[in-house]
Nanobody
Framework: QVQLVESGGGLVQAGGSLRLSCAAS????????MGWFRQAPGKEREFVAA????????YYADSVKGRFTISRDNAKNTVYLQMNSLKAEDTAVYYCAARYGGLVTSRSYDLWGQGTQVTVSS
């Protein structure tokens, strides 16, 4: 079974950038659609971005369009989330997720990472 490990979170000032990575443990990673979600304290986990197994298509939540970019490198079994122009409201635990099937923006993913904290100071 594929295991997912996120990294790259941390503390950044508003307007700054971070790049999150999610490394998968198996070469079958290339068969999975991948998604990024986030959960702020007291709130439900919400969709951020998703990318198909081939790299296209991809989807973004309205709140991050134009600021975040999702990408993947199947040769490295890794999916990335480049986050620019960060805002205080982007503060959350970010999770990557894998789905063996079509691209979706709901939480219908089969596998989840442990999460990485992103804190944006205003």
């Amino acid at each position: 079974q594929v295991q997912l490990v996120e990294s790259g979170g941390g503390l950044v000032q508003a307007g700054g950038s971070l790049r999150l990575s999610c490394a998968a443990s198996e070469r079958t990673f290339s068969s999975y659609s991948m998604g990024w979600f986030r959960q702020a304290p007291g709130k439900e986990r919400e969709f951020v971005a998703a990318i198909s197994w081939s790299g296209s298509p991809y989807y973004y939540a309205d709140s991050v369009k134009g600021r975040f970019t999702i990408s993947r490198d199947n040769a490295k079994n890794t999916v990335y989330l480049q986050m620019n122009s960060l805002k205080a409201e982007d503060t959350a635990v970010y999770y990557c997720a894998a789905r063996y099937g079509g691209l979706v923006t709901s939480r219908s993913y089969d596998l989840w990472g442990q999460g990485t904290q992103v804190t944006v100071s205003s």
